[in-house]
């Protein structure tokens, strides 16, 4: 970090712009050459959570979870230690765009339940 602020203020020396002028505006060649987010990610570790984190963003019950986890259609748990279990937050969120796509492209698997229109008593219009 320290190296691109060095590198930042050596290119305003250069360029004849100085700390109390405004930033060059957006579009300019000048706006293109400044220094932008560093390409590597600014943590080395990927972020995991715990179930309680999991049922925040997937509200489904427990035994759902596990049942799709054992037929692979949800992210496997791994263990950190004997005791605690932890999801990759990646392949969740990698999962859940997944089913908001396919659910948007009409390509869900549908639960093929009974049909409620072909009931005897009080058929639903």
Not at 24 to 38: D, H
Not at 57 to 68: D, G, N, Q, S
Not at 71 to 87: K, N
Not at 94 to 105: T, V
Request: glycine fraction near 4%; charged fraction near 30%.
């Amino acid at each position: 970090m320290e190296f691109e602020v060095e590198k930042l203020r050596q290119a305003s020396h250069a360029t004849g712009t100085h700390a109390h002028q405004s930033l060059p505006l957006p579009g300019t060649e000048a706006y293109e050459a400044l220094p932008q987010f560093p390409q590597r990610s600014p943590l080395p570790f990927r972020r995991t959570i715990r179930r309680p984190e999991l049922h925040q963003i997937v509200p489904l019950a427990e035994t759902t979870i596990y049942e799709m986890e054992q037929r692979g259609e949800f992210p496997r748990r791994f263990h950190l230690t004997s005791r605690c279990v932890v999801w990759d937050l990646e392949e969740v969120e990698a999962w859940i765009e997944d089913r908001k796509q396919a659910s948007r492209s009409g390509k869900t698997n549908s639960p093929s339940g009974p049909d409620v229109r072909l009931r005897r008593h009080r058929p639903v219009r």
